[in-house]
Nanobody, 122 residues
């Protein structure tokens, strides 16, 4: 199993930047695909960005060109660099780690962090 802890959220003005971290412990994080999600009040949880164990990335259209997801396997950490922040980016951001089971009979793994609040003022 793996434990995930998000950090780096806070209050920032529109146009500013934040760097979120998702630190993992309890397993070998390099084998997991990691995604960032966010959820604003009254809205569904939304996929923001993801990165595979091989380093391939994907982004939701609204954050392309502004957000960058990366990973430092030596530190067992995945990052989300958020630039040119907008008030619409305000949400609780969650880290999610997934991988197939180690064997054909083992269920897939799906872990979530506790979330970190990002608030962007106008």
């Amino acid at each position: 199993q793996v434990q995930l802890v998000e950090s780096g959220g806070g209050l920032v003005q529109s146009g500013g930047s934040l760097r979120l971290s998702c630190a993992a412990s309890g397993s070998i994080f390099i084998i997991y695909t990691v995604h960032w999600y966010r959820q604003a009040p009254g809205k569904q949880r939304e996929l923001v960005a993801g990165i595979t164990s091989g380093g391939a990335t994907n982004y939701e259209d609204s954050v392309k060109g502004r957000f960058t997801v990366s990973r430092d396997n030596a530190k067992n950490t995945v990052y989300l660099q958020m630039n040119s922040l907008k008030p619409e980016d305000s949400a609780v951001y969650y880290c999610n780690a997934r991988r197939p089971g180690a064997t054909m009979s083992e269920p897939d793994y799906d872990y979530w962090g506790q979330g970190t609040q990002v608030t962007v003022s106008s």
